[in-house]
């Protein structure tokens, strides 16, 4: 089966084609194509991801990512002639009509380079930002008319877990796990403990109740003047504070740590920074330090409700996605405490590449939902949901 992906919940947009080779999840993966490109240059002077905008630049940079797979992929089906009939030309221009020239740059490209031979598109349908989704649904919805292919709307959230334990040593498949798994799914919008009872099951049994993980590391870089996207930077800041065993600057508590659920919170932590840094100069390691001081407290919180649901819940497994699950210390501290703490559980963490947005993640997640795909003329029931919930 080969399955086209398109990804545009945020600030990346990326298209994807894999051909899967047998049945989900003893599959294994070939790669024939694979697009991404990033606007974090074009909202850094925003201070973080402006809407209008990133769904602007997904609708001018989703073609081109189209042709550069198909080229890689070399699918293009030889028997079709791309002749497109004047219904459904209109179609695909109504589809598309609140993205000016995207319908003309894809009737373009689909009358230079015909139909494709690709058996699945699969499209995030949420959770995200919601202009930004709509750019991608609509797109693989003018696309399953064009080639009469079924179209699947997927889960960002799932792509996330299912990067986690896609293992490209591995035959390129996804690595058999026991159930039940425990996922920590980490990022600038998501903080949430989910158990899988089994594939595709999912519960939601812990999240955040305001700031995201990823969205309290930036909102503590613009605190220390450093500009978006700040996370990475404040972690390799931490990481320095550490190897020069800096001391603290200043004691930062750990939200919600005794308060007998699962649940999280990270505004209290970056209030606190702000108040322990606010009508201060500080020092270059005094920076190094606040961000160690930090990073520390956030760690505590997630590996202290994440064991405490693997062993509520009895789990053998735990997988860790989203961005900030590329987080070097996070990662170390989890595989150390697992160790010696629990050592019947198992830990996966995405490879490197596939811990932020990617397509590949959402091709994964199609194959998993294959068997619910619509048809190309029902595309109207697939919505774009930016509060798109895994459980």
Known sequence: ??????????????VSLIEAKGEFPSATYEILGDALWSQIDIHREYGGVFPAIAKREHAATIVPLLEKVISEADCTDKTYTPEIDTALAEQIKKLLEREPGLADQLLTFHTEHGAQEIDLIAVTSGPGLEPALWVGVNFARALALLWNTPIVPVNHMEGHVLASIYDAELDDQLTPIPFPAISLLISGGHTELILMRDWGKYEKIGQTRDDAVGEAYDKVARLLDIP???????????????????PEYAKLPAPMLHSGDLDFSFSGLKTAVRYAVQNKSLTED?????????????????????????DEYGAKTLIVGGGVSANQHIKRMFEATLLTSHEDVTSYFPRRGLSTDNSIMIALAGHARAASA????????????GNRSLA
């Open 1 to 14: 089966m080969k399955i086209l992906s398109i990804e545009t919940s945020c600030d990346e947009t990326a």
């Open 228 to 246: 978006y996207p700040g996370g990475p930077v404040v972690a390799g800041k931490a990481e320095e504070a550490r190897k020069r065993k800096l």
């Open 286 to 310: 005094e920076v190094l330090a606040v961000a160690r001081d930090f990073e520390d407290a956030v760690t505590t919180v997630l590996l202290k409700k994440t064991l405490a649901a693997i």
């Open 374 to 385: 619509f048809a190309p003329n029902s595309t109207d029931i697939i919505r774009a949901d």
